[in-house]
């Protein structure tokens, strides 16, 4: 074979491996996410030397990190796509490389080997992140990441508006719930206010303009961030009260809206709960509204509030079965005392499993002796076979 022939060989083989590497490349760029700012993105990842790719391309030129927010042993890349004025395509040119950063702890991370990657962004440049694992070590799992503004060039906005007269009431626009710590709050439905929220943005040159229910403006995307599931909304009554903010921002300037939530109009009520057969009053009842409970007390007295209309009430002690009834009141009650109609409750489930059987009575027998054991099986006669629908639907009101 003479020589220029293999030289030709070669050629074709070097330019058949380039295009593989770019077509592989290009592919990853095909699949990429496009960022947005603050928030965090999580994604399973396979082999060593994959990575997750992402685009991003900033509406206002400044100073942008690319953060990773998972196990140790991440690294970044940034790239941008140029025009190859030897070829009709374009290429890769890569911009930044990290694995780590001094300034990482400093942003609320930690860990070693976690990358920040810090870079001055151009408006309307299209940049291309890629995430993946640094160290051989990791061969697969959950890479998180978040890009961020630290600080934006020269801002066109001067200020912002916001204007939104929808109100929620804690009982009708959103639910009730728990955090991790055991809490009770009340998170709120979003939708409902960011469909009604006109935004309006005053430039530096004298300029306006506003949209409605929209998350762009002029072209420029609108950030709504809200904290109401790290920081809660409770009622004035509670103790750990505390209101709910939404921060709405456009190019790097941001406004804080203040979320008006009102609460119900609640009613004192006072119940009284029995014995179902001896009619003695059951002191460590709870009384249950949603998340608002209440606990007899040696008389069988609770007190408790409610809302106007109907309420669904639970009432659950140790060995009863539990009960629900219902309270009924009208918006004029301040306070209604309903004692004197005692609550019957079914007290001998000792096995807990909501019916008074033969369980039960083996449980008498084991652990009760002479009149006590007696009186418990006397009353164990009175309920046998009882379960929780054969309780009497019971409304006050």
């Known amino acids: 074979m003479k020589k220029s022939e293999k030289r030709i060989i070669a050629i074709v083989l070097t330019l058949s491996i380039i295009a593989s590497v770019l077509s592989v490349c290009f592919n990853a760029f095909a699949k990429s996410q496009r960022l947005i700012l603050d928030v965090l993105y999580s ?60 300034d990482y702890a400093e942003r609320g991370q930690s ?65 009730w719930t728990t955090d991790s710590a055991g809490n009770d709050y009340f998170l709120y439905d979003l939708s409902r206010l960011l469909t009604n929220m006109t935004v309006t943005v005053n430039y530096t040159d004298g300029t306006s303009s506003s949209v409605t229910g929209q998350d762009e403006i002029d072209g420029n995307r609108i950030s709504f961030l809200t904290e109401q599931e790290e920081k809660h909304w409770y009622p004035l009554s509670n103790p750990a009260y505390s209101g709910n903010t939404i921060t709405v921002t456009v190019l790097g300037v941001s406004e804080v809206f203040n979320v008006q939530i009102n609460e119900t109009d609640l009613k004192t009520v006072k119940i009284k709960t029995v014995d179902f057969v001896t009619g003695e009053a059951l002191s460590g009842v709870t009384v249950r509204r949603g998340n608002d409970t209440a606990t007899t007390d040696e008389s069988g007295v609770a007190t408790l509030s409610v809302k106007a209309g109907e309420n669904e009430i639970e009432l659950s002690a140790y060995q009863a079965i539990t009960r629900d009834i219902t309270i009924s009141l009208g918006t004029n009650v301040v306070m209604a005392d309903f004692t004197y109609e005692p609550i019957q409750l079914v007290t001998g489930d000792f096995n807990s499993d909501s019916v008074i059987n033969g369980k039960d009575y083996a449980y008498i027998l084991r652990n009760y002796s002479g009149e006590p054991q007696s009186a418990e099986i006397a009353r164990f006669k009175g309920q046998i076979n009882f379960k929780k629908k054969n309780y009497e639907p019971l409304t006050l009101g």
């Open 43 to 102: 994604d399973s990842m396979d082999g060593s030397e994959d990575l997750l790719w992402y685009i991003y391309t900033p509406e206002a030129s400044g100073t942008y990190s690319f953060m990773s927010f998972n196990v140790p042993h991440s690294e970044a890349y940034l790239f941008t796509k140029q025009s190859n004025a030897m070829q009709s395509d374009k290429v890769m040119t890569q911009l930044a490389y990290s694995e780590s950063s001094p």
């Open 111 to 175: 860990g070693r080997i976690q990358f920040c990657l810090t870079y001055h962004l151009e408006a309307g440049v299209t940049y291309y992140y890629a995430a993946g694992w640094w160290s051989s070590e990791r061969t697969s799992g959950t890479m998180k990441v978040k890009l961020t503004c630290d600080e934006y060039d020269a801002v066109p906005v001067e200020s912002i508006d916001l204007r939104c007269d929808v109100s929620y009431d804690e009982n009708t626009n959103g639910r």
